[in-house]
């Protein structure tokens, strides 16, 4: 039933911004988290940022500075402002909904950060 459907992925160049939506549909408890994590080729999945309804954040150490995540409860929707992208940062970054006892994943969106 709940669904996560990711957007604003695409391709910029070195130093400049993208902006990620997530928008989170169907049975969705008020309580939650939210947030993001990214898989390069070779690499595991790693954690980009989470919030919880409550407003408090988590960040990776590699974004931590350059990227703010944020969220607007009454649309179920968070959103990832990246900026200063580097090249590091090209990967496929993936929605997240902790809603325990379950979680949700959406199912990717590329960034790709050309030097």
């Known amino acids: 039933q709940v669904q996560l459907v990711e957007s604003g992925g695409g391709l910029v160049q070195a130093g400049g911004s993208l902006r990620l939506s997530c928008a989170a549909s169907?049975?969705?408890?008020?309580?939650?988290?939210m947030g993001w994590y990214r898989q390069a080729p070779g690499n595991q999945r790693e954690l980009v940022a989470t919030?919880?309804?409550?407003?408090?954040?988590n960040y990776g150490d590699s974004v931590k500075g350059r990227f703010a995540i944020s969220r607007d409860n009454a649309k179920n929707t968070v959103y990832l402002q990246m900026n200063s992208l580097e090249p590091e940062d090209t990967a496929v970054y993936y929605c997240?909904?902790?809603?325990?006892?379950?979680?949700?994943w959406g199912h990717g969106i590329q960034v790709t950060v050309s030097s």
């Open positions: 997240n909904l902790q809603m325990m006892p379950r979680l949700y």
């Open positions: 919030i919880t309804s409550g407003g408090s954040t």
């Open positions: 169907g049975s969705i408890f008020s309580i939650n988290v």
